[in-house]
């Protein structure tokens, strides 16, 4: 099984409010990661998290609070955001070792208003 | 730093024809790894074939192939017998792995819109 599943798929939130993203992998993987895509753009990386602890925080403000509750989950909390944050947000999960492939969920597509 | 050049924004191909999406890419590592994958229009990425640095053999996984050129810093992907399904969005994607070895980064480049036609 090499699905990483994200809830919801679709969310619309305005400026002052607070949601949270969630990722869900069941393939043993000790890494996740949360990228974000704007449109027709590659995607970019915000957060790694290995071993359930934060590896690297691409410089992401802090209306992005990343959290790793276990091994399997991944949450992206959402507060203040601005419409510019609108977005596909991608998480993905890999292998404990390095060399291998990361597998994405199917997004959540974020519109702020 | 690393960088990932895709130079065609889209490419057209009939179908059942073969297709090479380019990529080329800059990196001061001797150890490194590059991933083609595929976007649908639906958002998820699906991860298509992989090449270490220190691979002797082109990759291949089915249809798709993946020829690397170590000193010409290139790692094209073709794709053979191409089907309708295969529209798509695709990246070339080079690793980097962060200090303590247990994750890794990925720097995508642009991206290839293809379009298979009848």
């Known amino acids: 099984d090499t699905e990483v599943t994200q809830t919801p798929k679709h969310l619309v939130m305005g400026m002052t409010n607070k949601k949270s993203l969630k990722c869900e992998q069941h393939?043993?993987?000790?890494?996740m990661y949360w990228y974000k895509q704007k449109a027709k753009k590659p995607p970019e990386l915000m957060f790694v998290?290995?071993?359930?602890?934060?590896?690297i925080n691409e410089s992401v403000p802090s209306r992005f609070s990343p959290e790793c509750p276990n091994s399997s989950l991944l949450n992206l909390h959402l507060h203040a955001l601005q419409p510019e944050d609108s977005a596909l947000y991608l998480c993905?999960?890999?292998?404990?070792?390095?060399?291998?492939?990361?597998?994405f969920g199917p997004g959540t597509r974020l519109t702020v208003t | 730093a690393q960088k990932i050049t895709q130079t065609q924004p889209g490419m057209f191909v009939q179908e059942k024809e073969a297709v090479t999406l380019d990529c080329t890419y800059d990196?001061?590592?001797?150890?490194?790894?590059l991933f083609w994958y595929k976007q649908p229009s639906s958002g998820e990425m699906i991860f298509l074939i992989y090449?270490?640095?220190?691979?002797?053999q082109n990759a291949t996984e089915g249809r798709y192939s993946l020829n690397f050129q170590k000193a010409r810093k290139s790692a094209n992907l073709v794709i053979s017998a191409s089907q309708l399904g295969d529209s798509a969005m695709y990246f070339c994607?080079?690793?980097?792995?962060?200090?303590?070895?247990?994750?890794?980064?990925?720097?995508f480049g642009t991206g290839t819109r293809l379009q298979v036609t009848l």
């Open positions: 993905a999960s890999s292998q404990e070792r390095a060399l291998y492939e990361q597998y």
């Open positions: 393939m043993g993987h000790r890494a």
């Open positions: 998290y290995s071993y359930e602890k934060l590896s």
């Open positions: 990196t001061s590592d001797q150890s490194y790894g």
């Open positions: 090449q270490g640095s220190y691979d002797e």
């Open positions: 994607a080079m690793r980097e792995v962060e200090d303590t070895g247990t994750a890794s980064k990925l720097t």
